[in-house]
């Protein structure tokens, strides 16, 4: 059993930013990462072509402004190189391979209880670990999610999931469906149009697109200007209809709620168009409907109509699989996230925490490492 303050599930950016925190308040902790590096999901889960899609000062970590040198909006690798200085500089160093197996509080000692497997060269290892404090830590996008198709088993192309793809190059001339128009979906398309690909994606549900541009003046509005929420969203929306003109044009359909309401109710993140939507007003990329099986090497939609396909991208997000391992919760609901909104979402009982669990981003997680960091003084 080894014992510390501080157990901290996850060494993504907001167990990195709660890691530094307790850090700097000397605080003892240690950080639990499944994987064998930190921020996987940016060192090896993510495209080529990604960039943050918000400015650079909204994606800080805790304590350490981004360099002055870097754009505003920094390249997936220059990301990973800040992340990579944040380690060295605040002196975290995780326990890699270590998947967490169950975390419980014992009523007797009143510490938390984590049993994680070592998952290094099919080792059936285990370890347990004792702490007064537990963080979780594990992010929103935890677990790759393939949604269940009928005959997709028996697909005759590749159908892989967006964790998977790196870049459109090794899909030229090849005719390629993107399943999920989120940010990650569009982005994907765009990348596999660039390079030649005979691409189509799928919108299932109404969306909201935005330009970067729209989003600035959004963020002006609500921080210099303090304008109300529900105008700043009115006037969003406003902007987006001048620069997009009638979605339903194209094959898609604008959200009759607003975008940021549609986030705060849904966890859905209005659509930050680099460039895919004109390549759907030209024809470049396809629109179709929601996929509902496939037949061999054709994919069958809604409508009834079917196309064939050489490759499938499933770009339909993630799970958490935080309430198979956690006991006694009354954090997070069973998708894993926090029950409570801000600013409430980061603190349960018993010494429980999580960060970055609200749908808020890097700068959610900032937020919430800082204030777990700063409470846990409180009680030491």
């Known amino acids: 059993m080894q014992e510390t303050t501080v157990i901290v ?3 993504g950016p907001s167990g990195l930013a709660t890691a530094a925190s307790l850090n700097l308040l000397s605080i003892p902790n240690i950080v639990l990462e499944r ?46 190189q800040y992340l990579t200085d944040y380690v060295s500089r605040f002196g975290i160093r995780p326990a890699y391979n ?11 000692s009143e510490k938390w209880k984590v049993k994680v497997r070592i998952v290094t060269g099919g080792s059936d290892e285990f370890e347990e670990y004792s702490g007064r404090f537990l963080v979780v830590a594990s992010g929103e996008t935890s677990d790759a999610f ?17 964790t998977q793809f790196k870049c459109g190059k090794e899909y030229a001339g090849k005719n390629v469906l993107v399943v999920g128009s989120g940010n990650s979906g569009m982005e994907i398309a765009l990348d596999l149009a660039n390079y030649g690909s005979k691409t189509s994606i799928v919108f299932r549900s109404p969306v909201h697109i935005l330009s ?25 929306v406003l902007l987006s209809k001048l620069v997009y003109g009638d ?5 898609l359909s604008r959200h009759e ?44 939609f809604k409508n009834g109509k079917s196309h064939p396909f050489d490759v499938i991208i499933f770009a339909t997000g993630f799970k ?7 006991k006694d919760d009354d954090l997070l609901d069973d998708n894993g996230f926090a029950k409570l909104m801000p600013p409430n979402n980061w603190k349960g009982k018993r010494g429980l925490y999580c960060a970055g669990l609200a749908g808020r981003g890097l700068a959610g997680a900032r937020t919430d490492a800082k204030k777990i960091a700063d409470d846990i003084t409180t009680l030491l």
């Open 98 to 108: 270590r998947l967490v197996e169950s975390a419980s509080f014992d009523e007797v």
């Open 247 to 251: 979605l339903t044009k194209y094959g």
């Open 212 to 236: 970067k541009e729209i989003m600035q003046v959004a963020m002006f509005l609500v921080t210099y200007l303090r304008l109300p929420y529900n105008m700043v969203e009115y006037l969003t």
């Open 9 to 11: 599930v996850g060494a």
């Open 257 to 300: 709620e607003g975008p940021f309401t549609v986030k705060a109710k849904y966890g859905k993140y209005p659509i930050i168009d680099l460039g895919t939507f004109n390549k759907i007003k030209s024809g470049e990329i396809q629109v179709l409907p929601e996929l509902t099986s496939i037949r061999g090497s054709e994919a069958v």
């Open 320 to 326: 958490r699989s935080t309430n198979k391992w956690l």
């Open 146 to 162: 393939v949604p269940e198709v009928e005959g997709l088993s028996s697909f005759q192309g590749e159908f892989l999931h967006s």
């Open 35 to 80: 994987e064998d590096c930190f921020a996987p999901l940016w060192q090896k889960k993510s495209y080529d072509r990604l960039h943050l899609h918000l400015p650079k000062e909204a994606c800080e970590l805790a304590h350490m402004p981004m360099p002055a040198s870097y754009p505003k909006y920094p390249s997936r690798i220059q990301f990973v």
